[in-house]
């Protein structure tokens, strides 16, 4: 028998295209594991950003924070030392920004001070208006009154008089000025200075919202975009007995100006000079009182006039106020007339030093 030919040819044809077709199916079953594979592995990094996301943001939020707070130390540290030197000399400090911004604060906070310099009379000044000032003197010894400011001075004499006096002027007020009253023989008796602070701030931005820290008047003052204010550092104000006798307060004020613009960078090039400083009381004093305004938030004035009452309160509180020596409420006991002190009758020695400090690029 003779063996069919095209029967055996087309057997090895159909065997040759068997297995080209499972060749052909292998490949695209390794293609579709890959892509199947690469996928899953997509999922899954997708998932595990997903999850890790909100703690990374986190870090980063705490590591702009602790540059910022690290910023806000060694300014600080800087201003204390500018603060305490000659007229005229400063340094030069280099800061990283990195995400956070530096910008002047001003005006944020109004400070007076008032006190008489004698103790047989008690001077109240009045302003009438911006251009006029009531002068009312207990045993009529007042005669004279000046008042100067960071480029004018001006004064005045008047009669003796059991009334008010009405001491008008054209000076603008609109920085800081000091008006002392003088007697007879042209001794000042009384002093109140009028001291607007400025300051810096530090605005850093969070996934959350923007952070900032003030660094006004030897005091730090935080605020979250999403939180309340927080008062870390509050202002010199000390009240301490002598070991001679009697008492002691010393009020320290630091204003910070900024010469120019500070701009936007990376890296800060500052230069931070002493403008000197102003002393208006140094001496024993009557009839202190002194009072403060903020305006970077409505809730800073009543907690700085809480901690400077705090020994108030607590001897109020227990009924000891007869025996009470320290910071007292001026009128209504929240302090918003500002504050005196009680000494029991011990001499009051009143120390205030208002520290002029220039930042410029």
Same mark, same amino acid.
């Given at each position: 028998?003779?063996?069919?030919?095209?029967?055996?040819?087309?057997?090895?044809?159909? /065997?040759?295209?068997?297995?080209?077709?499972?060749?052909?199916?292998?490949?695209?079953?390794?293609?579709? !594991?890959?892509?199947?594979?690469?996928?899953?592995?997509?999922? +899954?990094? !997708?998932?595990?950003?997903?999850?890790?996301?909100?703690?990374?943001?986190?870090? @980063?939020?705490?590591?702009?924070?602790?540059?910022?707070?690290?910023?806000?130390?060694?300014?600080?540290?800087?201003?204390?030392?500018?603060?305490?030197?000659?007229?005229?000399?400063?340094?030069?400090?280099?800061?990283?920004?990195?995400?956070?911004?530096?910008?002047?604060?001003?005006?944020?906070?109004?400070?007076?001070?008032?006190?008489?310099?004698?103790?047989?009379?008690?001077?109240?000044?009045?302003?009438?208006?911006?251009?006029?000032?009531?002068?009312?003197?207990?045993?009529?010894?007042?005669?004279?009154?000046?008042? @100067?400011?960071?480029?004018?001075?001006?004064?005045?004499?008047?009669?003796?008089?059991?009334?008010?006096?009405?001491?008008?002027?054209?000076?603008?007020?609109?920085?800081?000025?000091? +008006?002392?009253?003088?007697?007879?023989?042209?001794?000042?008796?009384?002093?109140?200075?009028?001291?607007?602070?400025? !300051?810096?701030?530090?605005?850093?931005?969070?996934?959350?919202?923007?952070?900032?820290?003030?660094?006004?008047?030897?005091?730090?003052? @935080?605020?979250?975009?999403?939180?309340?204010?927080?008062?870390?550092?509050?202002?010199?104000?000390?009240?301490?007995?002598?070991? /001679?006798?009697?008492?002691?307060?010393?009020?320290?004020?630091?204003?910070?100006?900024?010469?120019?613009?500070?701009?936007?960078?990376?890296?800060?090039?500052?230069?931070?000079?002493?403008? !000197?400083?102003?002393?208006?009381?140094?001496?024993?004093?009557?009839?202190?009182?002194?009072?403060?305004?903020?305006?970077?938030?409505?809730?800073?004035?009543?907690?700085?006039?809480?901690?400077?009452?705090?020994?108030?309160?607590?001897?109020?509180?227990?009924?000891?106020?007869?025996?009470?020596?320290?910071?007292?409420?001026?009128?209504?006991?929240?302090?918003?007339?500002?504050?005196?002190?009680? /000494?029991?009758?011990?001499?009051?020695?009143?120390?205030?030093?208002?520290?002029?400090?220039?930042?410029?690029?």
């Amino acid at each position: 028998m003779i063996p069919n030919h095209e029967s055996s040819v087309s057997s090895i044809r159909r /065997t040759r295209n068997h297995t080209k077709f499972t060749t052909d199916e292998r490949g695209v079953s390794e293609v579709l !594991g890959v892509i199947m594979m690469l996928a899953m592995v997509v999922s +899954i990094m !997708g998932g595990v950003w997903v999850f890790l996301n909100p703690y990374i943001s986190d870090f @980063e939020d705490n590591t702009n924070w602790n540059n910022a707070t690290g910023i806000a130390d060694r300014l600080e540290d800087r201003i204390d030392v500018v603060g305490d030197s000659p007229n005229g000399t400063g340094v030069r400090h280099k800061l990283s920004m990195q995400k956070s911004i530096l910008q002047q604060v001003s005006n944020a906070e109004f400070w007076t001070i008032s006190a008489d310099l004698v103790a047989y009379d008690a001077i109240t000044l009045r302003s009438v208006s911006d251009y006029s000032v009531g002068i009312t003197s207990m045993n009529e010894t007042a005669r004279k009154i000046s008042i @100067e400011t960071i480029s004018q001075y001006w004064e005045l004499t008047f009669p003796a008089t059991d009334g008010e006096v009405i001491a008008q002027h054209d000076l603008t007020l609109n920085s800081w000025y000091i +008006i002392t009253i003088y007697d007879s023989e042209d001794l000042p008796i009384h002093r109140t200075i009028s001291y607007p602070i400025s !300051g810096l701030k530090i605005l850093t931005t969070l996934a959350s919202g923007e952070h900032e820290i003030n660094l006004v008047n030897n005091a730090r003052i @935080e605020h979250f975009y999403d939180s309340s204010w927080e008062i870390s550092d509050y202002p010199s104000v000390i009240f301490e007995k002598l070991a /001679t006798q009697g008492y002691r307060c010393s009020i320290l004020l630091t204003n910070i100006e900024v010469n120019g613009s500070l701009g936007v960078s990376n890296s800060y090039g500052l230069d931070i000079l002493s403008s !000197g400083t102003i002393t208006p009381f140094s001496g024993q004093s009557y009839n202190l009182r002194f009072s403060m305004e903020s305006t970077l938030a409505a809730v800073i004035t009543p907690q700085y006039n809480e901690l400077w009452l705090s020994e108030y309160y607590l001897n109020r509180a227990s009924g000891t106020l007869d025996t009470f020596s320290g910071l007292a409420p001026y009128e209504r006991l929240s302090g918003i007339d500002g504050i005196t002190v009680e /000494t029991n009758g011990e001499p009051l020695f009143l120390d205030v030093s208002i520290q002029q400090v220039v930042i410029e690029r």
